[in-house]
């Protein structure tokens, strides 16, 4: 299919021929923009980082190497070459970077002044959550922290400003590229065998590291339905499109615990791109929103062709990569109730930012005068999918959250799970830690600070 | 509280190391501005060009490696008929194809391009796939159809040393006193053990060359790589072709690190030899799984240990084993263990020491240079045994350490303690004679407040059960200079054109660390001109012959020199001619502000440099520079491998999550010693990014090995250097402000590596913190994972 969208401000065409050329292929071999760097080729290190800008939503920083071409048909993409002036003057953060020593072998650094020019654009100031998905190995961050809140108030230039530009594109042809929800599922319903293709941060990854083919693929990433999300006042219901960037501004003032693991979901890269519904239809038992869901008592709506059924999250995952899905199905809604104040989640992985979950380990129970009377907690990392800890649970009923109670909850996450030992973490430590992580439950309930990033100095 | 009071001049009189400055350095102005790295603008703008970036020729081919799948064993059959009938492939090379040697080892000759039949790891380079594309190389790379005899693989030390599995005829042992004696004399005596992890690299530039077929058998190669000269030898014995029929070119690279000292020399190779068969550029670059399996990374180690010390905590004896994982070839695995030897002492005046290194080989990626060269793992060794004699005294160890420091240097004294000031020897033998970490020390401890956080950390952790902090302090004592003495040795090449511009050529390779625009800086400095009128190029193996590697640290002390040197010359020609043609002797004659002046004469450096060129003047010179004063017996153990020493010291803070062993680096303070720096800004930022590298290593950074010797982290999905977040939330830097005591360029200090070791401030503050839980020694092993956190809290509980 053919592709337009607006390069550094231009116009531009390219053929897509099989749907998965990625974007950093594109500008390094064909568009000659060399300055956009392949560091990892996976998603985690933001040296390829870009900026997207499409209607009605924020420019957002995205990971070039897994993002394909028919992901960017209508929008815009701006790349370091595109950040300064074109009378040459550097872009603030361009310059704050030099006048700050943020470069010093300046592999990474223009993924890094790509992604700030981005936060610049959007207003977002907190560069450790903004900057996770930018890996640098010579300054250890610290002057790049300086230049960026050295230039965070600079004007904006108005040459980044993409969004009066964005070029009127026609639909599509050979690729499937849907534009609503009802599209997708007659397509879908005659093509079972095809890869559906949301953010594609774990698709990418087929491509770049499996080399697979996919073909035939559907790009979903015009099916705008699919993006809402609307607040039905006792819940919300996600579209399965709906980004993880977009769910995280959404849930940050009902759920702040939720906010916290979604801000570690990735970097800001990986969540502008990742979606709620490929998070769950994946399947991964280290995924980091099904545990959370969960245990907050999330549903979930499945579609085929006309016909959809609705299912409580956690009976979806079958079995290590199984879930109750049909052919030619795909989820379409998730449901997740709102004023579940007990609820807390906990992620623990060998680096904070932007690592895979060991553990997580979700809980919300409800109590009245001092007594459990209902619980749900479910854990990632701890079996072959998120599961919920049903023995666990049932010890905490009726008692207080207090021991001997906790204890033998916690004894009794033994016979919930028998997790695995991997390179993220040994199965000893695992159910220990997702024990512990029990006791850390209680001890926040009770307002005492478990968070070991907010210890000042 | 000590101040120091910086006197140069008695530094440099008094010392007795000091050599008189030369001519150049004395007439110069210090160039010690904090200047932006030499292409900063290019870096933010995405015009600086790497190996990748570079426009190919029209039909350029690129290449893959197919890789062993075991570890161990003998190919049985390798059917690459698939490989080569793959979409978009030109040929597939096995070892049979080669021309000449097929070697790229950068030492002993045993390391194959490709296999010669045997398989000595997984990831082992077995065949090699010209393609029309990256991507075409790599798919058809993995369609080959190989059977294996395999053998039981080597994969650990203990395995290795039962096996007798090693490099050399037995351990090295290096030793000062007598170790019974000093063992059966303390008063007290402990034992134990640190696992020391590995560590990759993870340059964010992936290894990369690009050869371009010449005429008559010559070749260009790009090479990403910190060695262009070995590149050179080794495409050249690759090709069976003399030195002088290879041209190896580095412009930078996307960080170094030691990762690029040996390991470029495969893909060099491979594409010079695909080039020399096809007659078209070949182009290759590692996938970033393909690097983290393919090459090396640093030595893993464990280190045993048994010290007697007495009450005070002052330490009589130790006795070291280094068991160091060196992978299945010999690389430069010698002089990395032989380094960690030479730092096992670190800071401290050692009376009885023992040092036994066993160099073990394996089946696993062949370990290589990484920043600091082995020296920050026999460092870790010495902190760990302070940190347990400490420990089992009940004592603070910021006093333990500052009571086993070396005498500190004569001219900090102030001459009070007339004749009897004692002077350290190292366990190698070498005095120590410009120690100044009492000094530093006591600096640091003051700045960072250091004794009312320690109390307040007691504090903490007697009101908390849940979250315990940890508190410590680390000194680095870094010997500059390569062992191997005569890699100390620079050579540089600068031309002065007629419009008054300069061009500087040396050995040295820009990775990052700034090395072009701090001997730009000694050139601009030399020459009295402004920095714009330099410009560094491309280290070029035509134009500065037979260099050493930018490693060591040694980058700016060597090329610094050399090209200080060449200016020298150039200036004291054009001074000459000056001087002749406008009537005025010219030793009156100086160059300031980019003018050049004497009695009645004012002239621009561009006025000078065309009087020059139209009197006939030479305007173009090479310098060079041996490093004076060292020598040294690795076999004995004994003599000056070191010029000097580099010295700092850190204090970190941490706060660890006792129910996960989670934990967050709340704060460090460092205070570094760079001599009179060259560049302050470039200082401080070796030592900004060497501290929180040397943090990763020591925390998050776990290379897990499986049972069949498969590398399971191989990407930084599973690998985690230090993201953003990572760095302390509070990092404090200052440079100490002496110049070096030795004749350095313009009395300046490496700063390459020593600063790296500031991680081990963090990795005792979380054994302080683990120490917090309870009464027994947390035994803390390296890298301090969460997981492992979690273990020694509970070793620490009983």
Partial sequence: MNITFLLNGTRTTVRSETGTETLLDYLREDAGLCGTKEGCNEGDCGACSVIVTEHGRAPKALNACILFLPQLHGKAVRT????????????????????????????????????????????????????????????????????FDAAIDAEIPAHMKDHPHLPKVAGTDDIFCPTDGDQLAAWYLDHPDATLIAGGTDVGLWVTKQLRDLAPVAFLDHVEDLKDIEDRGLHWRFGAMASISDMLRVVRDEYPSLATLLERYGSAQVRNAATLGGNIANGSPIGDSPPALIALGASIVLRKGDVRRKMMLEDFFVDYGKQDRAPGEFLETIKL??????????????????????????????????????????????????????????????????????????????????????????????????????????HDLNGAKIDVRQVAP | MTQPTPNPTRARSEHPDTQPVNTAAAQSAPPAKPLPHDAAREHVTGAARYVDDTPTPAGTLHLAFGLATIAAGKIASMDVDPVRNAPGVRAVLTA????????????????????????????????????????????????????????TPILTVDQALAADSRFEDGPRIYQKGSISDGLSQAPHTLSGSINVGGQEHFYLEGQAALALPGEAGDVTVLSSTQHPTEIQHKVAEALGVPFHMVTVQTRRMGGGFGGKESQGNALAVACAVAAARTGRPCKMRYDRDDDFIITG???????????????????????????????????????????????????????????????????TASATAFRGFGGPQGMVGIERVMDHVAHHLGLDPAKVRQRNYYPPA?????????????????????????????????????????????????????????????????????????TLTHLNQAGALVQIYADGSVLINHGGTEMGQGL?????????????????????????????????????????????????????????????????????????????????????????????????????????????????????????????????????????????????????????????????????????????????????????EELVWDDQGRLRTHAPSTYKIPAMSDRPDVFEVALWDEPNPVNTVHRSKAVGEPPFMHGISTFLAVSHACAACGPNYPDLQAPATFEEVFHAIGRARG
């Fill in chain 2, 96 to 151: 049979q194809d080669l021309p000449a040697a097929n070697d790229v080892s950068p030492s002993a000759h045993d390391e194959p391009l490709l296999s010669d039949g045997a398989v000595h790891y997984h990831g082992q380079p077995l065949f090699l796939v010209v393609a029309d594309s990256h991507l075409a190389a790599r798919k058809a790379a993995r369609l080959a159809n190989i059977d294996y005899h395999e053998h």
């Fill in chain 1, 80 to 147: 370091v070459e595109g950040l300064a002036d074109p009378d040459g003057t550097l872009h603030p953060m361009q310059q704050a970077m030099v006048d700050h020593h943020g470069s010093q072998c300046g592999f990474c650094t223009p993924g890094f002044v790509t992604t700030m020019a981005c936060a610049h654009l959007n207003g977002d100031r907190d560069a450790d959550t903004v900057l996770a998905g930018n890996l640098c190995r010579c300054t250890g961050y610290a002057p790049i922290k300086r230049a």
């Fill in chain 2, 410 to 482: 004569a001219h900090a004294s102030g001459g009070s303690i007339s004749g009897k000031m004692k002077t350290g020897i190292t366990p190698y033998g070498m005095p120590v004679t410009d120690f100044v970490l009492d000094r530093m020390t006591d600096r640091l401890l003051h700045t960072s407040d250091y004794e009312s956080r320690r109390a307040a950390v007691a504090d903490w952790n007697d009101a908390n059960t849940v979250i315990k902090k940890g508190i410590a302090f680390s000194p680095v004592k870094f010997g500059i200079s390569f």
């Fill in chain 2, 297 to 363: 990374k640093r030595h893993d180690c464990r280190i045993d240990y048994t010290v007697g010390f007495d009450d005070q905590g002052c330490v009589s004896a130790v006795d070291f084993t280094h068991l160091f994982r060196c992978g299945w070839a010999q690389d430069l695995s010698l002089p990395v263990a032989d380094r960690a030897m030479l730092h096992a002492d670190n800071a401290y005046d050692l009376p009885h020491v023992r040092i036994t290194s066993h160099r073990l080989k394996t089946n």
């Fill in chain 2, 516 to 700: 072009f625009q701090k001997v730009a800086q000694v050139a601009a400095a030399t020459l009295g001109v402004d920095q714009r009128m330099i410009r560094p190029s491309a280290t070029d193996t035509s134009k500065v012959p037979n260099t050493s590697a930018t490693a060591a640290s040694s980058g700016s002390d060597l090329n610094g020199m050399a090209v200080q040197v060449a200016c020298a010359t150039l200036r004291d020609r054009i001074a000459q001619i000056v001087g002749s043609t406008q009537g005025v002797p010219a030793s009156s004659v100086r160059f300031a502000d980019g003018r050049v002046l004497a009695d009645g004469v004012d002239l621009t450096f561009a006025e000078a440099a065309a009087l020059a060129y139209t009197n006939r003047v030479s305007l173009s010179a090479t310098g060079f520079y041996k490093t004076p004063d060292i020598a040294w017996d690795r076999i004995a153990g004994h003599g000056r491998p070191f010029y000097y020493f580099a010295y700092g010291c850190s204090v970190s803070e941490v706060a660890v999550d006792t129910l996960t062993g989670e934990y967050n680096i709340l704060r460090t303070d460092i205070l570094h010693d760079c001599g009179n720096s060259l560049n302050p800004a470039l200082d401080v930022g070796q030592i900004e990014g060497g501290c929180v590298q040397g943090i990763g290593w020591l925390t998050t």
């Fill in chain 1, 337 to 442: 109730p709102m004023g579940q104040t007990a609820f807390r989640v906990y992620k623990l992985s060998k680096r904070f930012d932007q690592d895979i979950s060991a553990v997580c380990g979700a809980f919300n129970v409800v109590m009245e005068d001092g007594i459990v009377t209902d619980a749900r907690i479910a854990f990632g990392g701890m079996a072959g999918i998120p599961k919920r800890a049903t023995q666990t649970e049932k010890r905490l009923v009726g008692k207080p959250l207090t021991d001997p109670a906790l204890t033998d909850a916690m004894a009794a996450m033994e016979q919930d799970f028998t997790p695995l030992s991997d390179m993220r973490a040994g199965a000893d430590y695992r159910m220990k830690a997702a024990q512990n992580m029990l006791l850390r439950y209680a």
